[in-house]
């Protein structure tokens, strides 16, 4: 009779011979005649998704009259035990008996279907190997959680976390490798903190990264792999190891170790209570930018965004609005009906304080100048890097298709030329994409050196004026949040109010401001302010600022701001006017007339 048999093993470290060795001997005894032994090498018997395992189930009474195989533990162990009980049937129906050498001396007949006292007896055999399978497995964890707790640097799995290398354990032979840290991957993580602890949101560490070309694990880094980094105890020196088998996995033994940290726990803390901290400010959007985002307030207290009025069809018109969401009906709504103030004018004003206070500007543009040209230059050198790979890229493309074009000259056959020619156009898009992607890194390239030129003069220039000019929307965020803990605007009339800007530092500061049409001007005021009557009390000399040297005594007076932008206090030294940037006037004004031509026709 002819025979085929079947032998497996779990993992690569064990051996087949053993297997063979009782299958063969099985049929010499009993005179059959062995064809082949199909095999199943370091695949787990807990799925029955196995190359050798599949052809079992394709064989029929032309290939062989028997199976056998060495224990009844290489065909299944998985817990659901009817799939193999299934197999085992069908391949009875297919003409083949089957003998299983746990009990050789039975042997299920070919073409018949199992019986009562059969199936019973292998629905044992399969729950033994499947509670087996359990029993290894458990011992195997157990090993290993011990191994770990004997050492705390023990590579006991495959994975070998970021920032870690695998090396060979020099001081004992158990374990045989342990982990160490990796100089240039620890690098990265802490530039990772670094950065979050700077002010950057994941997203933009995620950008930081890539525009380097710093790689994650062979991979560019996502926000969620960012996110575990951030949050992961391994990086302040503790590690862990769950029970990783059973239905109760990392819930019953959890064994802890310390190993050497590679950022402080303060640091840690800190970075994980900015992630949340920084996405409030950061802007995300690129049309509507919020410069102040999380610093300016309704007076109700709610954060304000940014919303688009569009008077006009086509034409944004932006606001600065109370975020309240509630029905109006509701008692959490806001309790003044909705704070809204310019968003132009607002950005004019502060930024104008900003320029006001040229040693703040100057001292801040004076320590970041360096960073930021670094930053640039980091950049540069991830394109250049990109770039080389697309050259890489491009030989092996072109030589790719000469040698399709060789192959075309030489050929006859229409079928394969039209092959070929098919190839050709895939080649031909390829290379597109490169050159348009080498393109592209080229174009970053120029912008980004003319922005470093561009940084390197506004730097060395005096003039604060055309300094705070060449800033960046990104670099003005920076510059608010480092100095602003609050802005808040307080109507008295339609067109007048007050901004009242609360520094970090403790210092508060009152702008006066009237937005009539015409000529809309900001004062920065030095006295106290009454936000709910518009009064404004100082003390002040008899004689204006203008009117040269005097020894008038100090008097108090008090002017509401209905008043004061016509009065001659605007002269006085508790008052100084703020220059505000209007051009947004101007454009926004061509942008209404261009609007309504463009509907009128």
């Not at 590579?155 to 060979?168: E, M």
Request: with cysteine; proline share 3%; glycine share 4%.
């Amino acid at each position: 009779m002819r025979a085929i048999g079947y032998a497996r093993v779990s993992t690569t470290k064990q051996d087949l011979a053993r297997q063979r060795c009782k299958i063969s001997d099985f049929c010499a005894e009993n005179g059959y005649n062995l064809e082949l032994i199909i095999e199943d090498f370091g695949i787990s018997g807990a799925t029955l998704q196995r190359e050798g395992y599949q052809k079992l189930n394709s064989l029929s009474n032309v290939q062989c009259d028997v199976l056998v195989v060495s224990e009844i533990s290489r065909l299944s162990r998985k817990e659901q035990i009817t799939e193999a009980l299934s197999d085992i049937q069908n391949i009875l129906k297919r003409g083949i008996s089957v003998i299983l050498l746990d009990n050789p001396n039975k042997i299920y007949q070919a073409n018949e279907d199992l019986k009562l006292e059969e199936l019973i007896m292998l629905v044992f055999q399969l729950f033994g190997a499947a509670q087996e399978r359990i029993e290894i497995k458990r011992k195997n964890q157990d090993g290993k959680q011990a191994l770990f707790r004997a050492n705390p640097y023990a590579l006991v799995d495959a994975h070998v976390p970021f920032g870690f290398k695998k090396v060979r354990n020099t001081l004992s032979s158990r374990p045989q490798y342990v982990i160490e840290q990796e100089p240039e991957q620890v690098a990265v993580i802490r530039k990772i903190f670094e950065l979050v602890l700077e002010g950057k949101t994941l997203y933009g560490v995620m950008q930081y990264l890539n525009e380097r070309n710093i790689k994650i694990n062979n991979g560019f880094p996502s926000l969620p792999i960012l996110s575990r980094i951030i949050h992961n105890d391994l990086y302040i020196g503790i590690r862990k190891r769950k029970q990783t088998f059973g239905k109760d996995a990392g819930k019953e033994d959890v064994a802890i170790q310390h190993i050497d940290p590679i950022v402080s726990e303060d640091d840690f803390i800190k970075a994980g209570e900015k992630i949340a901290i920084n996405n409030k400010y950061v802007a995300t959007g690129k049309v509507h930018f919020n410069p102040f985002k999380g610093i300016i307030k309704c007076r109700c207290g709610r954060a304000m965004m940014v919303k688009d009025k569009k008077p006009e069809k086509g034409v944004s018109k932006l606001t600065y609005r109370c975020s309240c969401n509630e029905s109006r009906n509701s008692p959490m709504f806001c309790k003044f009906n909705i704070d809204e103030v310019s968003y132009e004018l607002t950005n004019s004003v502060i930024k104008s304080l900003f320029v006001q206070q040229s040693k703040d500007i100057t001292d801040f543009f004076r320590e970041t100048s360096v960073v930021k040209i670094k930053e640039l230059k980091e950049v540069i050198e991830g394109i250049d890097d990109k770039c080389s790979f697309n050259r890489e890229r491009k030989k092996q493309i072109e030589s790719e298709f000469l040698l399709n074009e060789q192959k075309l000259i030489h050929l006859t056959n229409p079928n394969l030329i039209s092959v070929l020619e098919k190839e050709r156009e895939k080649i031909d898009q390829r290379s597109f994409e490169i050159e348009n992607e080498y393109a592209d890194l080229t174009q970053k390239k120029r912008v980004l050196e003319n922005r470093i030129s561009d940084i390197e003069k506004a730097y060395k220039t005096t003039d604060v004026y055309e300094r705070i000019s060449n800033i960046t929307n990104d670099e003005l965020t920076e510059l608010y949040h480092l100095y602003l803990e609050r802005i808040e605007y307080f109507p008295i009339t339609l067109m007048k109010g007050f901004y009242r800007v609360q520094f970090k530092s403790g210092h508060r500061i009152y702008i006066a401001i009237t937005k009539v049409r015409c000529s809309p001007k900001a004062y920065k005021i030095d006295a106290n302010v009454n936000l709910v009557t518009g009064d404004i009390s100082f003390e002040y000399y008899s004689a204006p600022r203008d009117a040269g040297f005097s020894f008038s005594p100090m008097k108090q007076a008090t002017v509401n701001i209905k008043d004061f932008f016509q009065s001659e206090w605007v002269n006085y030294a508790f008052a100084l006017e703020l220059k505000l940037d209007l051009t947004y006037r101007e454009k926004y004004a061509a942008k209404l007339v261009d609007a309504k031509n463009q509907n009128n026709d």
